[in-house]
């Protein structure tokens, strides 16, 4: 395994992470987990490839260029997953008033 190979990790990693944002953005929260069980296992195999290459400049910088387009597509993610999870909490805490006042009338 040489630098091409750690480089199409990258880039196939750099995918997944762009195809979870999409996911996230069209509220696909079933398929954004799935995608990051993906993710997940590539990661794997990446610390082992990066830990056998060393990479000559143009590769090391566009390995830079695609973990910088990873981290922005996971501050996206970030984001939707945070107003998903605030909207989930409202309706948590709406069903738990909700059953307090049914509770308390007997009903």
Known sequence: MGSSQAI??????????RQMREAAEQGEWDRL????????????????VD???????????????LIADILADDAEIRKHV??????LQHNLQ???QEQLVLKAYGA
């Open 8 to 17: 199409a990790n990258y880039e196939q990693l750099s995918a997944l992470t």
């Open 51 to 65: 830990a056998a290459v060393t990479l000559d400049d143009a590769t090391r910088h566009r390995k830079d260029q």
């Open 94 to 96: 709406s069903n738990r």
């Open 82 to 87: 945070q107003v998903w999870m605030g909207q």
């Open 33 to 48: 987990i799935s995608i990051e069980h993906q993710c997940s296992e590539l990661v794997i195999t990446m610390k082992a």
